[in-house]
C-alpha cells in the first residue's frame, strides 16, 4: 500500500527565508507528484506535477524535485512571503486513477 | 475558463438522512475524481470516473455510498443513511484525460452530520 509522509507537519519562518518542505513515500513505482497548496476553508490549488521520468520543475519562486528510486521528493521556496502561508500538500499518482496524499505541512511565514 | 465547482458549499444534516452532493467538472475534462477529507485522516481517495464509467470505486467506505456521472460531465456523490463519522470535507477534482495529467480540485462540499 502507497504511504506518503511529509515532514515537517508545521513549520514557522520569517518572511524572506529560503525553506525546503519534504515528501517521501513507499512504492516507487509512480506515474507523477504533484505538490498543492490549500488555504484554510479552500480547495486544493496545483502548484507543481513532476512527472516520473523528470527530476524537477520549477515555477517562479518554487522549485520541486523528485528522485523517484529513493521515494523522495522536496518543495523549495525562495524568499518566502506571508501570502505563501497555507498548508502544502504532496501527492502521488498511484495505480494510475488516483492521488494519494501525504499528511500535509502547515507553513506560517510572518511579516 | 470556470474551474470546478461544486454545490452546495456546505451541508448541515441529520443522521440517517441522506445526501447528495454535486460536481461540475471543467467542460472538456473526461476523469472526474472525488475525495474526503476529514480531520485524522487526511485527504483519501472514494472514486474515480473516465467518462461515464467508474474503473475504481475503492475508495468508497461502505455500500452508503454511492457516485453517478452523466454525460461525461456532472457527477453526484450520494451517501445514504449519513452517520456522524460522515462528516467531512468532500473534494472534487477533474483532469483532460486521467491521473497522469494535472488534477484541478474545486472549493469543496463541507457536510456536518449532527
Known amino acids: 500500500k502507497q504511504e506518503v509522509t511529509q515532514i515537517p507537519a508545521a513549520l514557522s519562518v520569517p518572511e524572506g527565508e529560503n525553506l525546503v518542505l519534504n515528501c517521501s513515500f513507499t512504492?516507487?513505482?509512480?506515474?507523477?507528484l504533484q505538490w498543492f497548496r490549500q488555504d484554510p476553508g479552500k480547495g486544493l490549488t496545483s502548484l507543481l506535477l513532476i512527472q516520473s521520468s523528470q527530476r524537477e520543475q520549477t515555477s517562479g519562486r518554487l522549485n520541486a524535485s523528485l528522485d523517484k528510486s529513493s521515494g523522495r521528493s522536496t518543495l523549495y521556496i525562495a524568499a518566502s512571503q506571508p501570502g505563501d502561508s497555507a498548508t502544502y500538500l504532496c501527492a502521488v499518482t498511484h495505480g494510475f486513477q488516483k492521488l494519494v496524499f501525504g499528511t500535509g505541512t502547515r507553513l506560517l511565514v510572518s511579516p | 475558463g470556470a474551474g470546478v465547482s461544486q454545490s452546495p458549499s456546505n451541508k448541515v444534516t441529520e443522521k440517517g438522512k441522506d445526501v447528495e452532493l454535486r460536481c461540475d467538472p471543467i467542460s472538456g475534462h473526461t476523469a472526474l475524481y472525488w475525495y474526503r477529507q476529514s480531520l485524522g485522516q487526511g485527504l483519501e481517495f472514494l472514486i474515480y470516473f473516465q467518462g461515464n464509467s467508474a474503473p475504481d470505486k475503492s475508495g468508497l467506505p461502505s455500500d452508503r455510498f454511492s457516485a453517478e456521472r452523466t454525460g461525461g460531465s456532472v457527477s453526484t456523490l450520494t451517501i445514504q443513511r449519513t452517520q456522524q463519522e460522515d462528516s467531512a470535507v468532500y473534494l472534487c477534482?477533474?483532469?483532460?484525460?486521467?491521473?497522469?495529467?494535472?488534477?484541478?480540485f474545486g472549493p469543496g462540499t463541507r457536510l456536518t452530520v449532527l
Open positions: 512504492d516507487s513505482a509512480i506515474y507523477n
Open positions: 477534482a477533474s483532469s483532460p484525460f486521467q491521473a497522469t495529467d494535472t488534477q484541478y
